[in-house]
């Protein structure tokens, strides 16, 4: 069946280090796909989305690129702050309207 | 987007006792969802909540345990009932909305601990 799979945490950065929180997703046809973030004891917000091959969708100095021929959807970022520190959630679906499959999440640790 | 508001925010709660959880919408929106997170988890759906019709509930989760409501577009209820330490969650509601249907919104979330 479907699913995302993100890499383990957590992530542990110093500020202004560069990130990378590997996604890679198995899917039978053309998802869209989405990066959440959960602050420390919140909700989800939704971060950033691409709904087509080699869209790239970006917010708050986050990007990410839908790469149909490796599957993946890799968030990036490039000098990270302390209020980045979160838990970070890849997830995909096929249909406007239908539920979607999450990844296990990725802890992102941003000290000073 | 979408404004969510879900009520309560948190909850301590004997065990065998019922919950329900509410979550309010600002504007209509076509499509309402149930999801649990387990501590250091990830989201796993409960249910679809349909508006004017029985909801429809994921392998695993069933009407007894987690009966749900829908009477119009922009809100809907989740009750735990008869609840047990293993219900201890985060419950969350999403919604999309009526013209940006490729996206779901997600309410704050509720807070629940089963003693």
């Known amino acids: 069946g479907d699913s995302v799979t993100q890499m383990e945490g957590p992530v542990t950065l110093s500020e202004e280090a560069f990130l990378t929180i590997n996604c890679t997703y198995t899917a039978t046809g053309y998802p869209s796909l989405f990066w959440y973030v959960q602050y420390p004891g919140e909700g989800l917000q939704l971060l950033l989305k691409?709904?087509?091959?080699?869209d790239k969708g970006s917010n708050k100095g986050f990007e990410a690129t839908y790469r149909k021929e490796t599957t993946s959807f890799h968030l990036e970022k490039g000098s990270v702050q302390v209020s980045d520190s979160a838990v970070y959630f890849c997830?995909?679906?096929?249909?406007?309207?239908?539920?979607?499959?999450f990844g296990k999440g990725t802890t992102l640790s941003v000290s000073s | 987007s979408a404004v969510i508001s879900q009520k309560p925010s948190r909850d301590i709660c004997q065990r065998g006792t019922s919950l329900t959880i509410q979550c309010q919408v600002d504007s209509q929106v076509t499509m309402m969802f149930w999801y649990r997170q387990q501590p250091g988890q990830s989201l796993t759906l409960i249910a679809t909540?349909?508006?004017?019709?029985?909801?429809?509930?994921e392998s695993g989760f069933v009407i007894d345990k987690f009966p749900i409501s829908r009477p119009n577009l922009t809100f809907s209820t989740l009750t735990v009932s008869n609840m047990s330490p293993e219900d201890s969650s985060i419950y969350l509601c999403?919604?999309?909305?009526?013209?940006?249907?490729?996206?779901?919104?997600f309410g704050p979330g509720t807070r629940l601990t089963v003693l």
């Open positions: 691409a709904t087509k091959a080699d």
């Open positions: 999403s919604v999309a909305p009526r013209g940006d249907t490729d996206t779901q919104y």
């Open positions: 997830a995909l679906y096929y249909q406007a309207g239908t539920a979607l499959i």
């Open positions: 909540a349909n508006q004017g019709s029985e909801a429809t509930y």
